[in-house]
């Protein structure tokens, strides 16, 4: 029917194809079985396909024999997607600058959507061998996160393995990457290196959701609650230069803390409370001062200090 109505197509310019179907392949990673319309595609060219890019690293014919290029109505195996693309995918070769463009206006998208997510949220990017698994494990943490006070905000979810784009993309958008069934490319794992970007990779999917879920308990605000750990009495006050107003106390009960803070009592009578900046025993800086032992401290903004005052010590712990 082709011969009968003299359709023809133009071997000039850049590919533009259709994705037929796609899959993942040892060794050549994410693979998809392209059909083109126009144009020539050679091994090298820089690609942008659905909602993913790349650049083609080997092209295979039927019977598996390695083309350098391939023109119009040949369907053939193409390796070099940074993700599985969709069947009925358009696919179009293109300038090494237009795939940039393309990456960038990626990363913006992503970029906003984790500017947009609830403030606290965790923000990741999974990377699974096939798409079914994506789908299960989307599934997945959308309950798990649903379930919790902190969110988790899916940034970008792809089938193959983590490669550059990955980490560049979890680096702009302050994410971490996990991984299902699939590896890291080398270059990308040197990349998260240097960028400091957290790649976790597992093989069973409710160890991935454990992690996640343990992630989640452990970014929940802690709300913190005032203790009282000790009492002392102020027995001698010192001006020593370059420290300030030092009390010298008696720690009658529990402990006094470095990085805790005061109440100054006078009688009934509250006098102040600020932060203890300095706490020293026998002329030493010590972290804490215990029951039985004296003592000199200086207290943010109080210098009124008069013998038989009565201080207690507080620190900030978690609430139960």
Known sequence: QAQLLE????YKGFAHCYVLESKLERGRGA???????????????YFVCGETTGRVSSIKDSNGKNLQEVGPSIPVSVAGFN????????????????????MHQQEQQATIAARGSQEGNINILVKVDTNSSKEALLDSIHKISKKSEVGINVIHAGVGGI??????????????IV?????AESNASSLAQ????TIELYDIIYKLLEALQERLENAKEIEMVRSKIGEATVRAVFDIKGVGIVAGSYVQDGRFARNGSAVVWRGREKIGEGKITSLQRDKKTVKEVHSGYECGF??????????DDRVECFIEVPKK
Not at 91 to 99: C, G, L, Q, R, T
């Open 163 to 176: 490669n550059e784009s990955d980490v560049e993309l979890a680096y702009n958008t302050g994410a971490f």
């Open 31 to 45: 693979v998809a079985t392209l059909i083109c319309q126009h144009g020539m595609l050679k091994v090298g060219d």
């Open 298 to 307: 200086v207290v943010e903004g109080i210098t009124d200090w008069q013998v």
């Open 83 to 102: 993700d599985l693309p969709e069947a009925g995918d358009l696919f179009n070769a293109v300038e090494k600058a237009d795939i940039r463009k393309a």
């Open 179 to 183: 991984g299902l069934h699939i590896k």
């Open 194 to 197: 240097r960028r400091s970007v």
């Open 7 to 10: 359709l023809k197509a133009s």
